[in-house]
């Protein structure tokens, strides 16, 4: 199975200051198609999860672009570039690039200093 | 606008069964696979099954095979999950999802359902 890591677990951050969340893969998540299926999902307190972002890249439409994704075959990262507090939750990246199983990563919560 | 609310949620016994269902709205529901990812509480998110848009391929967690079976009925716009043999450590927010792409099957869950909550204790 693919495992997924994210880090930092923790995120305290300073309202209007950015945010960095990394996720790395135990394989390249590069799929046979070309693409990259390595999503981000937001999860606000007490709410469902919420995609934000999918292909490694591509904010959903909603999304603030405030946010956005990068990477490529093991490491990817998103970061938020001035942190609202909306952006209160938890982050998890996620693959679907092999499976079963799908695999997300343990999670980043993100509160506010 | 696309719509997915499960029921079905409850409090079992070990050993005890469950069926959740999802109601789905607002896309052509047989042209999307579709998956049930579960929380369980204060925990991360875990996937647990998907089921393909005609219905003929599905896939499991390895935690629940053998013991819980996806399927949906696309004349009625329903998702299911037939739970069997519940243990304590199935207790878990259950939410269905949406894949974003259709006729594909890459864990890229566009849409969720508000959860339902499945408490398995004696």
């Known amino acids: 199975d693919v495992v997924m890591s994210q880090s930092p677990l923790s995120l305290s951050v300073t309202l209007g200051q950015p945010a960095s969340i990394s996720c790395r893969s135990s394989?390249?998540?590069?799929?046979?198609?070309?693409?990259?299926?390595l999503n981000w999902f937001q999860q606000r307190p007490g709410q469902s999860p919420r995609r934000l972002i999918y292909?490694?890249?591509n904010r959903d439409s909603g999304v603030p672009d405030r946010f956005s994704g990068s990477g490529s075959g093991t490491n990817f990262t998103l970061k938020i570039s001035r942190v609202e507090a909306e952006d209160v939750g938890v982050y998890y990246c996620m693959q679907g690039t092999h499976w079963p199983p799908f695999t997300f990563g343990p999670g980043t919560k993100v509160d506010i200093k | 606008e696309v719509r997915l609310v499960e029921s079905g949620g409850g409090l079992v016994q070990p050993g005890g069964s469950l069926r959740l269902s999802c109601a789905a709205s607002g896309f052509t529901f047989g042209n999307s696979a579709m998956g049930w990812v579960r929380q369980a509480p204060g925990k991360g998110l875990e996937w647990v099954s998907t089921?393909?848009?005609?219905?003929?391929?599905?896939y499991y967690a390895d935690s629940v095979k053998g013991r819980f079976t996806i399927s949906r009925d696309n004349s009625k716009n329903t998702l299911y999950l037939q739970m069997h043999s519940l243990r304590t450590e199935d207790t878990a927010v259950y939410y269905c999802?949406?894949?974003?792409?259709?006729?594909?099957?890459?864990?890229?869950?566009?849409?969720w359902g508000q959860g339902t909550l499945v408490t398995v204790s004696s």
């Open positions: 292909k490694v890249s």
């Open positions: 394989q390249s998540l590069v799929y046979g198609d070309g693409n990259t299926y």
């Open positions: 089921v393909s848009g005609p219905g003929i391929s599905t």
């Open positions: 999802a949406k894949e974003a792409w259709e006729w594909m099957v890459v864990g890229d869950y566009d849409f």
